[in-house]
């Protein structure tokens, strides 16, 4: 994992019990035996050159394993790792914003944005660089009144990483990397036995289970509702736990309000990477936070999904009505969490709006078995920072930018927009498939993969 910080990080996030990392080395018990012909300065000059060397050695391969690692690390060990690790704050990229502290007396909040995979067909594979590009040029960044950070979301692809590594940097951002690998994400199981027990038939040898887990139907936002319905089941039991590898979302959401916590601003924004605030939603934001009453730690951010061209919302008098799926702002004291167990497209966000008694759409959307047995009921009694008798106020609103994909992004397009997630979704496991097959066991399309063909071919000629 690799962490540029903000100038807080470093004091609030990054402690250890053990700082023997900044120790220098001790000589592994040298034989001392007096060398004729070498002074007592040749022998000190030595080792100090030795030190200097053994040290320099240690933060580069500290560094490039964590701007590079393969290794996996759960989410949770990655967590931790982010808090414990100050290693990688040894060489920041501009030191005045490492010493310089902002003024932390002024600052209300801290925007904290996950930046994951873009999903064609879902989204526009130039999504994730197109809308970095527009916030980074055009959201106003005042370190007086708030605080803003990225966390790179296990990013598959390694040019598109980069590239956002590279925008982040220019533009002197602080951010956390949270690394994808591949044989990590090769070593997770299929769950045919529970995703068979589910459907209560061989569904996997079903000519549609072919034609949609392997792209050869049309996705077709207006297809009959029980077709969307297998087609979601088809792709969210088996690849579930490849899925929720993948996308991290629950992680990445914990991970940011953690930052935030330890940041100390009163609100905490963990935001999808692909929001965005015009000025009149952000002012709108922070006058009715200033008003909030003492006892509130949860508050709604309203969010409208642009249609058009990014651009159209520079407009200063631009408006469009946030009807949807909203944000959630967390006072740094709010004791809640997102469900890492739910993956994307699985209510991962809507499922602590349930446990907060936020009404919506969503209360009456049909849930798996399983999901209902992990996901307490409404207004779920163990949150004890919030009066469940009061509906939880909102402030502001927020831009979700465009996916590239228009048509997907009008009103009344919900199911759609559900049939191409899922649609992306098993098109990127079978693409990573392949992947793994090609740069880990050395597969190739004349080479098979689960058995060996010199062997098959001698059996053959025995039997």
């Given amino acids: 994992m690799m962490v540029r910080s903000l100038p807080a990080l470093e004091g609030l996030l990054f402690k250890r019990k053990d700082d023997s990392l900044y120790e220098q080395p001790s000589p592994a018990s040298p034989k001392h035996k007096k060398v ?26 500290h560094f490039v394993i964590g701007y590079r690692g393969s290794a996996y690390k759960p989410a949770e060990e990655l967590l931790s790792k982010a808090r414990t690790n100050r290693l990688f704050l040894l060489s920041p990229r501009n030191p005045s914003r490492r010493t310089q502290e902002p003024n932390r007396a002024a600052q209300k909040l801290v925007i904290i944005r996950s930046i994951g995979n873009a999903l064609p067909p879902r989204h526009n594979p130039n999504q994730t660089i197109t809308n970095l590009k527009f916030i980074l040029e055009n959201e106003k960044r005042d370190d007086n009144l708030f605080l803003r950070h990225w966390v790179v979301n296990r990013l598959v692809d390694p040019s598109i990483e980069d590239r956002v590594l590279e925008m982040l940097n220019s533009a002197q951002e602080s951010y956390t990397r949270l690394p994808f690998s591949l044989r990590a994400y090769e070593s997770i199981p299929y769950d045919w036995i529970n995703f068979s027990e589910f459907l209560g038939k061989d569904f ?27 087609m979601m089941d088809t792709l969210a039991l088996p690849f579930r736990e490849r899925m929720l590898y993948l996308t991290n979302q629950n992680a990445a959401r914990n991970f940011m309000v953690d930052v935030g916590k330890n940041l100390g601003p009163t609100w905490i924004l963990p935001l999808d990477g692909n929001c965005y605030f015009h000025p009149s939603g952000f002012q709108q934001m922070v006058r009715e936070l200033d008003a909030m009453p003492e006892d509130v730690r949860y508050v709604l ?35 809640a969490r ?13 499922a602590l709006f349930i446990r907060l008694g936020v009404p919506g759409p969503w209360t009456k959307w049909k849930w798996y078995a399983w999901e209902k047995e992990i996901t307490p009921k409404w207004n779920d009694p163990s949150i004890t920072d919030i009066d469940h008798s009061k509906e939880i106020p909102r ?33 990127i496991v079978n693409t990573l498939d392949r992947r793994a097959g090609a740069e880990l066991h050395d597969w190739t399309p004349k080479k098979l993969l689960f058995f060996n063909l010199e062997t098959m071919k001698r059996e053959k000629k025995e039997f």
């Avoid at 079903?206 to 297809?223: F, I, P």
């Avoid at 058009?308 to 949807?324: I, R």
């Avoid at 465009?402 to 899922?422: Q, Y």
């Fill in 36 to 61: 004729q012909n070498r002074g007592k300065w040749s022998t000190q000059k030595g080792l100090l050159t030795f030190c200097v060397f053994l040290f320099v050695f240690v933060v580069f391969v």
């Fill in 204 to 230: 996997i040898h079903e000519k549609n289970y072919s034609e949609w887990t392997h792209g050869a139907a049309d996705l077709d936002e207006d297809m009959p509702s029980w077709k969307q319905r297998i």
């Fill in 301 to 335: 951010l309203p969010m409208a999904r642009l249609i058009g061209d990014n651009s159209e919302s520079l407009d200063a008098d631009f408006y469009q009505e946030p009807v949807e799926e909203p944000q959630l702002i967390m006072r740094h004291d709010a004791e």
């Fill in 338 to 350: 997102f469900d890492t167990r739910l993956s994307y497209g699985r209510r991962d966000k809507v």
């Fill in 395 to 427: 402030a502001g609103w927020v831009m979700r930018l465009s996916s590239g994909v228009p048509h997907l992004e009008e009103e009344g397009k919900l199911a759609g927009r559900g049939a191409a997630r899922f649609y992306s979704m098993k098109k």
